[in-house]
């Protein structure tokens, strides 16, 4: 059967709610050009946001589209339509890590396989200049393969002598 648009965004169909977070809404959506599916993040409130909370969240885009790593999701697009604001990425299919791990821990060899393939994707953040600053459970996707992908950049900052990190 077809699956029902709930709303579309540029040449984004969005099909369903995937996640949600303090910044934004995650769903899982259909590229019309390409006949794919990818993820959309979209500004929560729009109509409410001040324009430090705009200017955040496209930083989050821009920091995000900075970084090309197998276990990076990896940021396609941002865009704007009548007022709301809303970014593209890879859609993974799979729980985060945290919902994976609710029934008890990962077998030791498992987990230290997750941590370092997240540990070189944080590395290669860090390289490129970004620090993502929120790294935990729930901010790495497992595909279906199991494969982990660092997300939400939504309080990632520059690492440059003009940013103002906090502790």
């Known amino acids: 059967l077809p699956t029902s648009v709930l709303r579309r965004l540029g040449d984004y169909e969005l099909l369903a709610e995937v996640a949600r977070g303090g910044m934004g809404v995650v769903f899982r959506a259909r590229q019309a050009s390409l006949d794919r599916e990818v993820a959309v993040k979209v500004l929560r409130d729009a109509w409410l946001a001040t324009p430090v909370q705009v200017k955040r969240f496209r930083a989050e885009a821009a920091n995000a589209a900075k970084l090309k790593h197998p276990n990076i999701v990896a940021v396609h697009e941002v865009g704007e339509q ?8 890879d859609l993974v299919r799979g729980p985060n ?3 994976a791990t609710r029934e008890g821990p990962l077998p030791p060899r498992r987990a230290a396989e997750l941590v370092a393939k997240i540990a ?15 790294l935990k459970p729930s901010n790495v996707l497992l595909d279906p393969q199991g494969e982990p992908h660092v ?7 520059p690492m ?3 940013s103002s990190l906090t502790l």
Do not use: I, N, S, W
């Open 82 to 89: 009548g007022g709301q604001h809303y970014f593209a990425m």
């Open 97 to 99: 890590l945290a919902e």
């Open 120 to 134: 070189e994707a944080v590395q290669h953040a860090h390289a490129v200049g970004v620090m993502h600053r929120d």
């Open 160 to 162: 440059d002598d003009e």
């Open 151 to 157: 997300t939400d950049f939504g309080l990632a900052r």
